[in-house]
């Protein structure tokens, strides 16, 4: 069976993950934590793409990212993709691809879902059990978000602005956002979604982007489609 087109549309928040080989690290040390950052941000700026969030764990990392064209996702990661793997290759003495293959992505309702997203990553070290405070992973968006550091790389989306006035009410609102964490379900919508590049919002939401694409973007129903009585009315 022939795999779907990644579905992303320019102007809509989508959250990416793109994993290492047979889970593999794709990082090994801080310096290449460091480069994957300055090359991820230098991408991002060429291509067009806001990075909200992100989460960078060793053997995959999480974005969370508004494309400013339907072409810019891709065109970032695999510009990502060139740049730092050739690097990564060359100063480990290594050879051959780094990625699981494609990265995964969902595109996402933002009044529903970005915030919640957010959450997601930034709390994944945490559900990790590398910290145990989101802030404290020093490669997160996270400190970043808590007022504890000004992170080049994060562009803030409008509603996380909105959480208040003052830097301080919005980091003091996202804060509680944190606490309060995920649900199981909202957890596994998320995951769900992206691992299968379908859209993730309301009813409307969906019916929305169906009048932009021609690309399924919800799971078809189980079973065999329902039998259709044709017999002539009596």
């Known amino acids: 069976m022939a795999r779907l087109a990644r579905l992303a549309l320019a102007g809509l928040p989508h959250h990416v993950i793109q994993r290492g080989h047979h889970q593999q690290p794709i990082v090994l040390d801080d310096e290449d934590r460091r480069l994957f950052l300055q090359i991820l941000r230098e991408s991002s700026i060429a ?9 960078l764990l060793d053997d995959h990392v999480h974005l969370l ?35 699981e293959g494609r990265f995964r992505a969902t595109v996402l309702e933002p009044e529903r879902y970005l915030l919640p997203c957010m959450s997601y990553i930034e709390l994944h070290p945490v559900r990790h059990g590398q910290v145990v405070q989101p802030e404290l992973f020093p490669w997160s968006s996270s400190a970043h978000h808590h007022g504890l550091r000004t992170d080049p790389l994060v562009s803030d ?12 009410d919005r980091e ?4 509680a956002l944190l606490a309060q964490g995920l649900s199981s379900l909202q957890v596994k919508d998320i995951t769900h979604a992206t691992q299968k590049g379908w859209a993730l919002g309301s009813p409307g939401f969906v019916a929305g982007l169906a009048q932009q694409t021609d690309r399924r ?15 002539p009315i009596k």
């Open 47 to 55: 291509h067009q793409v806001s990075v909200h969030a992100y989460a």
């Open 65 to 99: 990212a508004t494309p400013q064209a339907d072409s810019g996702l891709s065109a970032m990661m695999q510009a990502v993709g060139r740049r730092y793997v050739a690097a990564f290759n060359r100063r480990h003495a290594r050879r051959g691809t780094l990625w």
């Open 157 to 168: 989306h409008k509603l996380f602005w909105a959480l208040g006035n003052t830097p301080f």
């Open 172 to 175: 003091a609102r996202y804060r």
């Open 217 to 231: 973007l919800s799971a078809k129903p189980r079973g065999r489609p329902r039998k259709i009585d044709v017999s």
